[in-house]
Nanobody, 115 residues
Framework: QVQLVESGGDLVQPGGSLRLSCAAS????????MGWYRQAPGNQRELVAS???????NYADSVKGRFTISRAGAKNTVYLQMNSLKPEDTAVYYC?????????WGQGTQVTVSS
């Protein structure tokens, strides 16, 4: 059974930074896309950033220039470095892994940006 383990969510002041981590356990994938989504109360879940096993990245317009997604080499582990955080970034952040025959979600980690 494949599981995603997320960490790094916290309460931070506007302008601050956080780093989220997501690691897959149970098996390794050679071809995959991993991403971070977020969902604020009353809103739909939206893509924040994604990265492929080949290193291609994609970002939501709202986070371009502030967030950076990266991977740990060949491991199914990704990070989301979030800088210049804004109150509107407040949400539950979910990690997602997509591979042939797999579409897996993490349990979510809360990010709150508030003074």
């Amino acid at each position: 059974q494949v599981q995603l383990v997320e960490s790094g969510g916290d309460l931070v002041q506007p302008g601050g930074s956080l780093r989220l981590s997501c690691a897959a356990s149970g098996r390794m994938f050679s071809i995959w896309t991993m991403g971070w989504y977020r969902q604020a109360p009353g809103n739909q879940r939206e893509l924040v950033a994604s990265i492929t096993s080949g290193g291609r990245t994609n970002y939501a317009d709202s986070v371009k220039g502030r967030f950076t997604i990266s991977r740990a080499g060949a491991k199914n582990t990704v990070y989301l470095q979030m800088n210049s955080l804004k109150p509107e970034d407040t949400a539950v952040y979910y990690c997602n892994l997509r591979a042939p025959a797999y579409n897996i979600w993490g349990q979510g980690t809360q990010v709150t940006v508030s003074s």
